[in-house]
């Protein structure tokens, strides 16, 4: 069966702290990875990352993918209270484009 | 100018009545999708439909009922609901079938007593 595990749990840093979150997966026929941010309401897409070794950037966040290994990391650079939220791993296997999500990170940025 | 629009965001009900939750988006996307957030937080998808077609069903009890009349529009009809079903229902929608970015909608809570 599919599988996403997503470390830590939860994390709490202060303003400026740089974060890296992880994401380990196990998913038939893998075609990409996915990182979503959830507030208060739906997830919003962060990066899709589908060949190991190239980065994705935006802003303050980052992305890259090892599928030699079978992870992904999301890292955050001089956090923000903004930054505060569920950070939620989702891989896709078979076709069909079905996600599998994990169970998210909460990450909890102190001024 | 919703992409994804959900429609109750907040549902209260007894035990055993039906209901339905609509999701509509205005992205000239083919797939649509509904996902069950429980209480934990997991996320688990729970159909996809391309263009009105069923694509995934994940053995989700027969009392849930998706309905795709159009595919802009997917509708979930839950019969006899039970305790368990209180959630949090996410519609998505992604282009088509191919390697696409999914796009939520905003949520329906729902809470059954």
């Known amino acids: 069966e599919d599988k996403v595990v997503q470390s830590p749990l939860s994390l709490v840093v202060h303003e400026g702290d740089t974060v890296t979150l992880n994401c380990s997966y196990e998913v038939t026929n893998f075609r990409s990875l996915l990182w979503y941010k959830q507030e208060k309401k739906a997830p919003t897409f962060l990066f899709m990352l589908t060949s190991s070794g190239i980065e994705k950037k935006s802003g303050r966040l980052s992305s890259i993918l090892d599928k030699k290994e079978l992870f992904s990391i999301l890292n955050i650079t001089a956090t923000q209270t903004g930054d505060s939220a569920v950070y939620l791993c989702?891989?896709?296997?078979?076709?069909?484009?079905?996600?599998?999500f994990g169970a998210g990170t909460i990450l909890r940025v102190k001024s | 100018d919703t992409a994804v629009s959900q429609t109750p965001k907040y549902l209260v009900t007894q035990m055993g009545n039906d209901k339905s939750i609509k999701c509509e988006q205005n992205?000239?996307?083919?797939?649509m999708y509904w996902y069950k957030q429980d209480s934990k937080k997991f996320l688990k998808i729970m159909f996809s439909y391309n263009n009105k077609e069923l694509i995934i069903n994940e053995t989700v009890p027969n009392r849930f009922s998706p309905k795709s009349p159009d595919k802009a529009h997917l509708n979930l009809h839950i019969n006899s609901l039970e305790l368990g079903d209180s959630a949090v229902y996410f519609c998505?929608?992604?282009?088509?079938?191919?390697?696409?970015?999914?796009?939520f909608g905003p949520g329906t809570r729902l809470l059954v007593l």
């Open positions: 998505a929608s992604s282009l088509s079938l191919a390697q696409e970015t999914q796009y």
């Open positions: 989702a891989v896709e296997g078979v076709w069909g484009n079905k996600l599998v």
């Open positions: 992205l000239g996307h083919d797939t």
